[in-house]
């Protein structure tokens, strides 16, 4: 069994920074890439940022330079620094970790449960 949760949502004004943090934990040996996606109603779930376990990290175009993903491989932990938030930054932001389990081959998808951000004045 595999927990992911996510912490940092919020309500912030335009221009304003967050944090979103997330934690794994779990009959887990490694894992592999964490990401950030975020949705909104009535849409898909979209990438926001990935980072591998090699720390290699990739970002949607509308967050580059204004979004920073980071991970700490000790505490099996991924964050997502969010400067100069915009209102169409307002989503649920979801954390992704693919996770190598204790006794069964490959990886697994774990999500966890989703934490608001809404950007409003």
């Known amino acids: 069994q595999v927990h992911v949760v996510e912490s940092g949502g919020g309500l912030v004004q335009p221009g304003e920074s967050l944090r979103l943090s997330c934690a794994a934990s779990g009959s887990m040996t490694s894992i592999g890439a964490m990401a950030w996606y975020r949705q909104t109603p009535g849409n898909q779930r979209d990438l926001v940022a990935v980072v591998t376990d090699g720390g290699t990290t990739n970002y949607a175009e509308s967050v580059k330079g204004r979004f920073t993903i980071s991970r700490d491989n000790a505490k099996n932990t991924v964050s997502l620094q969010m400067n100069s938030l915009k209102p169409e930054d307002t989503a649920v932001y979801y954390c992704?970790?693919?996770?190598?389990?204790?006794?069964?081959?490959?990886?697994?998808?774990?999500w966890g449960q989703g934490t608001q951000v809404t950007v409003s004045s």
């Open positions: 992704n970790v693919l996770v190598h389990l204790v006794g069964r081959p490959g990886y697994y998808n774990y």
